[in-house]
Each structure stands twice: as structure tokens, then as C-alpha cells.
């Protein structure tokens, strides 16, 4: 007779619900993409203004047959006001498997979303994919809103045992499609991330010969630092 033993052991109440949260991260973040193109065609203003549509994406108009009832009334964003399925199991998200890495942008922002919960975590997966596959994945176009998030854990974890990884990253991104228009979309905090990051880098370029970092002229940084729009 098969014991029940190996069956005990595993928790399939915790593991529905970091597939539940799983499903409805990848949603959300479709949802959310989904809103920054609409506002990038309906030319808005201000970055203010995109965000407030995006921040308001899961939110679906009233039809017809929708009736308003008389209950109390609940916070318009429910969303900003409440933890989410991802909060709750945050810390019980299953391990990524480092040596399998992503095909496409989709995959990409399913595991940054569902692994990377920390800058730490993030420029740790960036290192570790490389700025040729990131190239790859994102050659058709970089989803709205991740550029920023990848400036700033670059600058915020960068280390000058990484200058080439760094570097190569950025150069890579820099020659996918719609590029410009995702920079111009970064916020001010974004744009300082993006500034200070390639301070570092120069800082460890001109402290560096040319022997020590082979790919890595002055000339080429500056070159890459004027298609970042950062002054060199």
C-alpha cells in the first residue's frame, strides 16, 4: 500500500495561490502596458497624466445594464488602497531557475515581475541574462515603463566589477525599436538613475586603460551617454 506520506508534504493550498498571484500579476502588468499605449497615441501632455491612465487600467466602464447601488461607497482605486494576491505570497514566490533564460519581452516581464522584487534581485537577472540576449529579447520593442525600473537597479547596484555587463546592457537597449519613445517617457527619478549610472561608468572608464576594458572607449561611452540624452 502507497503511503500518504509524500502527499502530506506538499502544500497545494500555497501553491494555488502563488499560481493565482502569478495569473494575476502577468494581467495586471498586460493591462498596464496595454493603458500606456493608449496614452502614448492619445498624446498626453504630461508624464503626470500617463501616469494617472495607467495607474487606472483595471478600472472598466459602466454599460448599460449596470445598475449603482446604494452601498457604502468604496475607494475608486481598490487596487492602491489594498495588498494584492502578489503581496500576500511575496515572500513564497517559487525560486527562479537562473540557467533557463527568457525568450521575449513577455517571458522577461513575467519573471521581472514574479522574481524581481528588489533592485538587488533585478540587476542581479540583468547581469545574468546579458546584454546580448536582452537585445534579442527586447528587438522589437522594450515594454512601457521597464526601462526605468532597469536604469534605476542598474544605478543603484551597479559595482565596477561590472562595467562591461553594465555597459553592454546599455548599448544593447539602445538599439531596440521605439527606444527614444521609452526614453521620453522616463520620470525625473528615472532620469537621474540614468545619469548617475553612466557617471559610474565613466568614472571607472578613466580610471581603467583601454587594456582592462577592451570594448570600452572614451569615445564610445560618450557616444552611447548622447543617445541616452545625458550630457557626457
Same mark, same amino acid.
Not at 8 to 23: G, M, P, Q, Y
Not at 138 to 143: D, L, N, P, S
Not at 200 to 203: A, G, Y
Given at each position: 500500500m502507497v503511503?500518504?506520506?509524500?502527499?502530506?508534504?506538499?502544500?497545494?493550498?500555497?501553491?494555488?495561490?502563488?499560481?493565482?498571484?502569478?495569473?494575476e500579476a502577468d494581467a495586471k502588468y498586460w493591462r498596464e502596458n496595454d493603458a500606456k499605449i493608449r496614452a502614448v497615441t492619445q498624446k498626453v501632455e504630461s508624464y503626470e497624466e500617463f501616469k494617472d491612465i495607467v495607474a487606472a487600467?483595471?478600472?472598466?466602464?459602466?454599460?448599460?445594464?449596470?445598475k449603482i447601488s446604494e452601498k457604502k461607497p468604496t475607494p475608486w482605486n481598490p487596487h492602491?488602497?489594498?495588498?494584492?494576491?502578489?503581496?500576500?505570497?511575496?515572500?513564497?514566490?517559487?525560486?527562479?531557475?537562473?540557467?533557463v533564460l527568457p525568450k521575449n519581452g513577455h517571458e522577461f516581464a513575467r519573471d521581472?515581475?514574479?522574481y524581481c522584487k528588489t533592485n538587488e534581485q533585478k540587476y542581479e537577472y540583468l547581469i545574468n541574462i546579458g546584454g546580448e540576449h536582452l537585445g534579442q529579447i527586447?528587438?522589437?520593442?522594450?515594454?512601457?515603463?521597464?526601462?526605468?525600473?532597469?536604469?534605476?537597479? $542598474?544605478?543603484?547596484? &551597479?559595482? @565596477?566589477?561590472?562595467?562591461?555587463?553594465v555597459f553592454l546592457i546599455l548599448e544593447?537597449?539602445? =538599439? #531596440?525599436?521605439?527606444?527614444? $519613445?521609452?526614453?521620453? &517617457?522616463? @520620470?525625473s527619478a528615472e532620469k537621474e538613475s540614468c545619469t548617475e549610472v553612466f557617471r559610474?561608468? =565613466? #568614472?571607472c572608464v578613466d580610471e581603467k586603460s583601454g587594456d582592462e576594458i577592451p570594448c570600452i572607449s572614451t569615445d564610445a561611452l560618450e557616444t552611447l551617454m548622447t543617445v541616452f540624452k545625458v550630457t557626457p
Open positions: 503511503s500518504g506520506k509524500d502527499d502530506e508534504r506538499i502544500d497545494f493550498s500555497k501553491l494555488e495561490k502563488e499560481l493565482e498571484a502569478a495569473v487600467a483595471h478600472i472598466k466602464p459602466l454599460e448599460k445594464k449596470d492602491a488602497t489594498k495588498k494584492t494576491g502578489t503581496d500576500v505570497t511575496s515572500d513564497t514566490t517559487l525560486q527562479q531557475d537562473k540557467t521581472w515581475k514574479r527586447f528587438k522589437t520593442e522594450i515594454a512601457f515603463g521597464l526601462l526605468g525600473e532597469i536604469l534605476a537597479a $542598474l544605478q543603484n547596484c &551597479f559595482t @565596477s566589477d561590472h562595467v562591461e555587463n544593447n537597449l539602445s =538599439k #531596440t525599436k521605439r527606444f527614444s $519613445l521609452s526614453l521620453d &517617457f522616463l @520620470s559610474k561608468l =565613466k #568614472t
